[in-house]
C-alpha cells in the first residue's frame, strides 16, 4: 500500500473530494512527522508507537578484517507495533489476503537432485 492507496481508501469510507482526502493524508504524516522529529513519541492505540531513540557511540568490530571501528552516536527512527498488530500480522500465516500460494520452506529449494542411475548395457 502506498499514498495513493492510503488516499483512494479516504475517498472510497470518507465520502470527500479528492483534494481534500490528499490534503487529509499529507496533513497527518506532517504532524506524525513534527512530532517525532521534537521528540515526542505518536502512540496510536491498536495500532502503534513511532518514537527516536538515541544510540550511544560504540565499538564495533569489521568483520572481514577483525579491526575495530568507531560507531557515532547517532538518533534512530522506531516503530514499536502494538500488540493487537503483532497478533492480526501473526495469525496471517499464508501471507497476503486472497492469496492462494504457499510458503516454500529455503529447505525445499536447496534439495538436492535424485541421484540417477548410469545407462548401461541391456541384458538379454
Known sequence: MNKLDLVR???DRL???????VALID???????????AGDPVKIPG???????????????NPATGEQVKVPA?????????????EAVMSKRG??????????SSKASTR?????KAAGRKRR
Not at 27 to 37: K, M, T
Not at 47 to 61: E, L, N, S
Not at 74 to 86: D, G, N, Y
Not at 95 to 104: L, M
Open 27 to 37: 496533513g497527518v504524516f506532517e504532524d506524525i512527522q513534527a512530532a517525532v522529529i
Open 9 to 11: 481508501s479516504a475517498v
Open 95 to 104: 501471507g497476503r489476503a486472497g492469496s492462494t500460494r504457499k510458503k516454500t
Open 112 to 116: 538436492k537432485a535424485p541421484v540417477r
Open 47 to 61: 495500532f502503534g508507537q513511532f518514537k527516536v531513540r538515541d544510540r550511544a557511540a560504540r565499538m564495533a568490530r
Open 15 to 21: 465520502d470527500l473530494q479528492r483534494k481534500d482526502a
Open 74 to 86: 547517532k538518533r534512530v527512527f522506531k516503530f514499536l507495533p502494538a500488540k493487537a498488530l503483532k
